[in-house]
Nanobody, 121 residues
Framework: QVQLVESGGGLVQPGGSLRLSCAAS????????MGWYRQAPGKERELVAV???????NYADSVKGRFTISRDSAKGTVNLQMNSLRPEDAATYYCKAVGVTTTSSRYLEVWGQGTLVTVSL
């Protein structure tokens, strides 16, 4: 069974920075795409940033120039460096893995449990 565990959320003031991390476990051989999504109260879950196994990255327009996604495929981790945070960035951030191949199975997608980011004075 594949699990994604996020960490690094918390309370930060506007203009501050946070670094989110996500670690995948479960006899994983490869993961095609890893990424971050977020969901604020009363809103739909939205893409923040994704990165594929070749290093191609895509960002939501709202975070371009402020957030940076990176991954270590060997370790099965993906990170999100968030700078210049704004109140509108506050949300629960979810890690997602797409196309996960393990020693015994293949999963189309796997979600983490989420980590809360609060941006407030």
């Amino acid at each position: 069974q594949v699990q994604l565990v996020e960490s690094g959320g918390g309370l930060v003031q506007p203009g501050g920075s946070l670094r989110l991390s996500c670690a995948a476990s479960g006899s994983i051989i490869s993961i095609d795409v890893m990424g971050w999504y977020r969901q604020a109260p009363g809103k739909e879950r939205e893409l923040v940033a994704v990165i594929n196994s070749g290093g191609w990255k895509n960002y939501a327009d709202s975070v371009k120039g402020r957030f940076t996604i990176s991954r270590d495929s060997a370790k099965g981790t993906v990170n999100l460096q968030m700078n210049s945070l704004r109140p509108e960035d506050a949300a629960t951030y979810y890690c997602k893995a797409v196309g996960v191949t393990t020693t015994s199975s293949r999963y189309l997608e796997v979600w983490g449990q989420g980590t809360l980011v609060t941006v407030s004075l």
